[in-house]
């Protein structure tokens, strides 16, 4: 069936980076555009990147232009979310979600199907 499986979420000081995972099984990732998502406490979810099936169209959302950068390699199941210079207002779950096949993502959550659990990415001193 159908997983993705975040992973490299924890505590960071402000000005810190991570690297978030997502592991994906049960269908192919090359056919499919993934993106990221963020929920914090007490707000909607929001969209943070997108990247297309072919790993050449990537969309980011505004506050985190320029210090996220979302990756894709195929031949290891994995798409990646590499985040620099944290902020505190960056503090949320995490998630990945599957996007349409042969699409080029999208930051609409509507376009997405299928969705990791999530992982905490807390950043404070």
């Known amino acids: 069936q159908v997983q993705l499986v975040e992973s490299g979420g924890g505590l960071v000081q402000p000005g810190g980076s991570l690297r978030l995972s997502c592991a994906t099984s049960g269908f192919t990732l090359a056919f499919y555009g993934i993106g990221w998502f963020r929920q914090a406490p007490g707000k909607e979810r929001e969209a943070v990147a997108s990247?297309?099936?072919?790993?050449?169209?990537?969309l980011y959302a505004a506050s985190v232009e320029g210090r996220f950068t979302i990756a894709r390699d195929n031949a290891k199941n994995t798409v990646v979310l590499q985040m620099n210079s944290l902020e505190p207002e960056d503090t949320a779950i995490y998630y990945c979600?599957?996007?349409?096949?042969?699409?080029?993502?999208?930051?609409?959550?509507?376009?997405?199907?299928?969705w990791g659990q999530g992982t905490q990415v807390t950043v404070s001193s």
């Open positions: 990247i297309g099936f072919n790993g050449r169209n990537t």
């Open positions: 979600a599957r996007g349409p096949k042969f699409s080029s993502g999208g930051l609409s959550e509507t376009r997405y199907d299928y």
